[in-house]
């Protein structure tokens, strides 16, 4: 009731002026899609009309080919099965993780090319994995994520997620050079950006713009997925397909196989690092040693070996202890001091940073400290 | 030619202080060879823990660096407590005999990396 009492209101009370249109109200297109769509890639819209392409499975774990066939596919036909061992003339009796699989649709023909360069790329691979055994492989598919992180941050390599985070931002370039045309070009032809048409087109390409934004975050982490295939096939929807330009054929986008070399290397590294590098001091203290005892002074060549030995000791006890020490809780006080954020591949990679110069500057100290005991107990056993 | 006195005794602390820290390793390396199981067991909701559990598959380097960094964070919980990433529960229920003896470990690791550290840089620096 208003304060005149039960009095009927106008249907219209402030009827509307003519309202000049000024574009929709903005939305939240990447949440709309992210809910959406958490698990699609973002692909281009032409790109999913076309017969699936082929694409391939990384193995996960040491299977029978059986088994392998029987988790990729939910019920196989003959010519899957056929195209499917005609494309993996590399997996014998058995597979072994990181080992390629080369996927395709039998309904398929146009596809060989590709099929080919997937085929050279799983031999890439095979080649890389060959030295391994098959644990070390599975360390290897397991912590590849973390291993690429690392390795990606070496000046050297360049990660998986490196390449195709470059090729997006130069997709999100286009796009974004594209929405600048448009708009000049509807201002030069209507003398106005009011036009529907121009509305139409943009919130086009500002939706294209918001997919590739998302994918370039999604991508970052690892590879997309590729389901059109995957629906092809008749594939089970847990085991993950990747697109095959992503598979890293000679010539092709670096991807898997350009990366995998670099992966079992680096596996080998995380394994066998603090061996080599105890080794490389140690073989530096006895090179010192050669050189000194060479010159032929003997008195020279009796006591580098007591600093040398001090060094060499002191050196690997300071460093493997500091980096143990800052393992704990030191090296994530030391990033957060330093403005990293907590959580993810950016920590991993400053605590790993941390923790190696760390124990660089503890081994240091520590070998000057035994270099000095080792000259005093020369001098003392004189 | 023997030592003067304050040479000697310098000498016995950096001695001292070095076989202390391959003793320490020597004994974080066996924690990490008969116990690891059980202190990832005791810890697995702790993500701060289960982020470095693949060290272990790191080689003797590798599982240094994890009983190191589990020490730390059981003596020293309260900066990943208050960030979710450790369980209260967790800690609650570890073995209090293991939890003492990573405490007993951080702590002498930290003076012998100090005496250590204040060695190498007097030695750099010419005081000795």
Known sequence: MSEYGNVPKPALPNPPRKKVYRGVEPTDLHAKYWAEYPEAPA??????KAPAEPGFYIVQQVMPRSALEAALFDKPDGATLEKFTRLNP?????????????????????????????????????????????????????????????????????????????????????????????????????????????????????AKLDRQLTGLTRKGIGFPDHPSLKSALGISSKSLVHHWSLAGAPGQIPGYATHTEGVARAAKVVKYGGWIGTAVGGGASYMKVQEVCAAGNKDACEKIKYTEGGNFVGGVAGGAATGAFLTGSTAGIICVGLGVPTGGMATLACGVIVVAAGSYAGGALGGATGEWAGQKIYEASK | MSLNVVDKVLLSIAVVDLAGLILWIGVCLHLAYTKMDLMLEHLKN??????????????????????????????????????????????????????????????????????????GIAVKSGFV
């Not at chain 2, 209260?88 to 012998?112: G, M, N, T, Y």
Request: with cysteine.
């Open chain 1, 43 to 48: 692909e281009k819209p032409a790109a999913a």
């Open chain 1, 90 to 206: 590399h997996v014998t009796g058995y597979a072994k993780p990181g080992q390629l699989i080369v996927l395709s649709d039998p309904n398929n023909p146009q596809c060989t090319r590709e099929e080919a360069l997937l085929m050279e790329a799983a031999q890439k691979v095979d080649a890389a994995l060959k030295p391994m055994s098959d644990e070390e492989a599975s360390f290897m598919v397991r912590y590849r994520s973390e291993i690429e992180s690392i390795l990606s941050q070496g000046s050297t390599s360049i990660g998986v997620g490196e390449s195709i985070f470059a090729k997006n931002l130069e997709d999100v370039k286009t796009s974004l050079k594209e929405i600048e045309a448009l708009h000049q070009k509807s201002f030069q032809r209507d003398g106005h950006l009011r036009s529907s048409e121009f509305f139409a087109e943009r919130a086009r390409l500002f």
């Open chain 2, 46 to 119: 702790c993500s701060a823990i289960m982020t470095r559990a693949p060290l272990r598959h790191g080689g003797p380097w590798g599982k240094l660096l994890l009983v190191g960094g589990i020490s730390g964070i059981v003596t020293f919980p309260r900066f990943y407590l208050k960030r979710g990433e450790l369980s209260s529960e967790d800690l609650a229920s570890f073995p209090p005999h293991l939890k003492r003896k990573l405490v007993v470990l951080q702590w002498s690791v930290i003076c012998l990396l100090l005496v250590m550290i204040s060695f």
